[in-house]
């Protein structure tokens, strides 16, 4: 859904760093229309100006790391038998 923005970010990101590292930027239509110290002011000002899911609130910072997650879970996974 917010790929055009994701690309942007990636395809711009040296750039964007020099200019934002360490902030949370808003993308939307693949520019940044604001940069904030944390995730929260982020995105409680953005949700005033745009609808949820029209823009992409992403960390600055180098690397790949940068815009990749990890989640780890303490859940484990049993074989069940299928009930039909």
Do not use: W
């Not at 990101?13 to 693949?30: A, H, S």
């Not at 520019?31 to 823009?55: H, M, P, Q, W």
């Not at 960390?59 to 879970?73: E, I, V």
């Amino acid at each position: 859904m917010l790929e055009k923005e994701f690309k942007y970010y990636k395809d711009h990101q040296n750039e964007l760093i020099e200019k934002y590292d360490g902030k949370f930027i808003v993308i939307r239509c693949e520019r940044v229309v604001g940069a904030y110290d944390t995730e929260l002011e982020a995105y409680n000002t953005a949700k005033k100006e745009f609808e949820i899911g029209s823009f992409l609130i992403q960390r600055c910072s180098p690397g790949k790391n940068s815009y990749t997650q990890r989640f780890h879970s303490r859940v484990t996974f049993r074989n069940q038998p299928v009930i039909r």
